[in-house]
């Protein structure tokens, strides 16, 4: 298994309180993801990195900043929670090169905005 | 952006059953995954096949990338196999963004 850590996997928050999401990994591995994982939605990206200090917006962005200042953590930051994010946040790693791409998926953390 | 249908929505399935999910998306891609949701919520890597067939136990899948679809076989199911089944392409336009299906809930019964 790659090796992917979520902290914290659960958290509570209320709206309007400011929240930051770890992923940590030991493979090294160039790419970081963040996903997050609604009902009837499958997975929809948030951000990802493909270096340290360089990122990019997904599909989903508004609401959320990372940031990376090593190869090992991407964290994900809700400045301002809001019920809207209330979700299972999912961050994935790969290690790219050309076209292969295969992403591994972390534990995920289950975060609920009241 | 590129779509990405999967179906059926959900399976009901006896243990020793066989079954075919379909992926199916709307541009061309880089690549495909399967994955395989467990009731715990873990992402589990099934395959990365951007083309051509590719076997794993029980399970196996096809992706015919010219006409846009993949197709993963499950044979002899087992309880353990019940979850969601996820598709995820890598769009030809957009490297590393991956979409996702909605999925496939799979229940197997004993």
């Known amino acids: 298994d790659a090796g992917i850590t979520q902290s914290p996997r659960h958290k509570v928050t209320e709206t309007g309180t400011p929240v930051t999401l770890r992923c940590h990994q030991t493979e090294n591995h160039r790419y970081m993801y963040w996903y997050r994982q609604d009902p009837g939605h499958g997975l929809r990206l948030i951000h990802y990195?493909?270096?340290?200090?360089?990122?990019d917006k997904g599909e989903v962005s508004d609401g959320y900043s990372v940031s990376r200042s090593k190869t090992e953590d991407f964290l994900l930051t809700l400045e301002s929670a809001t019920s809207s994010q209330t979700s299972v946040y999912f961050c994935a790693i790969s290690d790219g090169g050309g076209s292969y791409n295969e992403q591994f998926f972390g534990p995920g953390t289950r975060l609920t905005v009241l | 952006g590129i779509q990405v249908e999967q179906s059926p929505p959900d399976l009901i399935l006896q243990e020793g059953a066989n079954s075919t999910l379909r992926c199916n998306f709307s541009d061309s891609v880089n690549n495909l995954q399967w994955f395989h949701q467990n009731p715990w919520g873990q992402l589990i890597n099934l395959f990365y096949?951007?083309?051509g067939t590719k076997q794993n136990g029980r399970l196996s899948a096809t992706t015919v990338a010219t006409e846009r679809y993949s197709l993963l076989y499950i044979s002899s199911s087992q309880t353990t196999d019940s979850g969601v089944y996820f598709c995820a392409v890598d769009p030809t336009d957009s490297w590393g963004k991956l979409q996702f299906g909605a999925g496939t809930q799979v229940v197997v019964t004993p």
């Open positions: 096949i951007p083309s």
């Open positions: 990195s493909y270096g340290v200090k360089d990122t």
